[in-house]
């Protein structure tokens, strides 16, 4: 079990705040998505493993490193875990992507499923899970549930701003997951939203409200 890494860069840290601003619009506020969730992917892959091999450059051969072990898939949680996608295919465009459909319901705030699709092979792949919202926790944690029932062992979580009941929730159900956030916010208000967080990540990437 390793504990939850706030990932501290001052690129992210400069980029979550343009996210935060109630001014930024929604070409902005997407782009910043997938650039966070470019250098979050850096981070989170850290730990891949890799072998040596011989490549010929014009010069001489070199024995020097690749990508080992299992491949990769990424899990966005519909919908605000779109918007992290393309950001991740660009340091990893091998991925397979799956998609999980939740949404929260408004009064209980618990985890409605609405959709599941996996990559077929998905219990041979090293799962990354994402969302930019971790909030109560119960939609990652439901997420990766399901995403285990699918035989998978190997899990991570990205997401771009966590409150501490929610990433303290989804690391008590899944100790065994690996979860990399950009900011640890203060609390959950009334309503179940972050504070001060960056209101509502689905709306803002996608101009619904
Ligand atoms: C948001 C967000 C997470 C969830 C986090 O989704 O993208 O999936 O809430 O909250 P939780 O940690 O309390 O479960 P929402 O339910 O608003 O759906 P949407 O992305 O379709 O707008
Ligand atoms: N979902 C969001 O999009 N924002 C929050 O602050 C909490 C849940």
Known sequence: MSEPMIVSHPLLQHKISLLRDKSTGTKEFRDLVGEIATLLCYEATRDLPTEEVEIETPI???????????????????RAGLGMVDGMLSLIPAAKVGHI???RDETTLEP???????????AEREVIVL???????GSASDAVAQI?????????????IAAPEGLKALHEAHPD????????????????YIVPGLGDAGDR?????
């Open 60 to 78: 001489a051969v070199a024995k020097t490193k690749v990508l080992a072990g299992r491949k990769l898939a990424l899990v966005p949680i519909l």
């Open 101 to 103: 459909g939740l949404y």
């Open 112 to 122: 409605v499923e609405y959709y599941c699709k996996l990559p077929s092979d998905i």
């Open 131 to 137: 969302d930019p919202m971790l909030a109560t926790g």
């Open 148 to 160: 285990k029932k699918h035989g998978a062992k190997h899990i991570k979580f990205i997401g771009l």
């Open 177 to 192: 997951v690996d979860i990399y956030v950009a900011q640890l916010d203060d609390k959950l208000n009334e309503n179940g």
């Open 205 to 209: 990437i996608f101009g619904t409200k």
